[in-house]
């Protein structure tokens, strides 16, 4: 089975700082990772994901994570948050033709 | 790129009584359907899993009285909740996995806008 923990429930950070969202996963064999973000009420956008290929990996918004295998982790970052940023931000991991298994979440508060 | 729709976002009932849910693919098929609820605050816990044309596939405590799920077509899945109670209450959001849509990746789920149950 495969199982992911997302380190930090909530993280606060100012405008225009950079960001890190941690997240570490545990499987015995190779999977695929997923960033999503859920605004309020709402349900969940893709960010980035990584199937294969190389380890660091862009998506929108600026958003970018690198997939690392010794460490099992697979890290989000933004260089510079916007207020926009604001939401909650899940880590998922999984196999083709399966379900996702989804991290416990991390709010992400950006501040002027 | 690929589009699912969930309908309605917002319900409120009785206790008692029974809420569909709609799930669908608008531009693309959808062999598989999951089915996720989600608590306040908490991450999504997958309910069951729904193939097109065959019976859905609950997860260990999910009762498969209460969560109906059909998946009679390739662009909708349903999620009737029988006899509601409060503690139905929750957030459903449905995902779903297609195929011969250019640029799809393997793995990769869309995601419905969710559908927030109050059952009172």
């Known amino acids: 089975a495969q199982s992911v923990t997302q380190l930090d429930s909530q993280v606060p950070v100012f405008e225009e700082a950079p960001v890190e969202l941690r997240c570490n996963y545990s499987?015995?064999?190779?999977?695929?990772l997923f960033w999503y973000v859920q605004y309020p009420n709402q349900g969940l956008q893709l960010l980035l994901k990584?199937?294969?290929?190389?380890?660091l990996v862009k998506g929108i918004n600026g958003f970018e994570a690198e997939f690392n295998k010794s460490q099992t982790s697979f890290h989000l970052r933004k260089p510079s948050v916007h207020i926009s940023d604001t939401a909650e931000y899940f880590c998922?991991?999984?196999?083709?033709?399966?379900?996702?298994?989804f991290g416990k979440g991390t709010s992400l508060l950006v501040t002027p | 790129g690929a589009v699912v729709s969930q309908h309605p976002s917002w319900v409120i009932c009785k206790s008692g009584t029974s809420v569909k849910i709609e799930c669908r693919s608008l531009?693309?098929?959808?062999?598989?359907m999951f089915w996720y609820r989600q608590f306040p605050k908490q991450s999504l816990m997958l309910m069951a899993t729904?193939?097109?044309?065959?019976?859905?596939?609950?997860e260990q405590g999910v009762e498969k009285d209460k969560f109906l799920i059909n998946h009679a077509s390739l662009t909708l899945s349903t999620l009737t909740v029988t006899s509601a109670h409060p503690e139905d209450s929750s957030f459903y959001i449905c995902?779903?996995?297609?195929?011969?849509?250019?640029?799809?990746?393997?793995?990769?789920?869309?995601f419905g806008e969710g559908s927030r149950l109050t059952v009172l």
């Open positions: 531009d693309f098929q959808a062999t598989t």
């Open positions: 990584y199937l294969s290929g190389s380890t």
């Open positions: 729904s193939n097109e044309g065959s019976k859905a596939t609950y």
């Open positions: 998922a991991v999984g196999l083709s033709g399966y379900a996702l298994n």
């Open positions: 995902s779903a996995r297609g195929r011969g849509l250019a640029g799809v990746s393997t793995g990769e789920l869309f």
């Open positions: 499987s015995s064999v190779s999977v695929y």
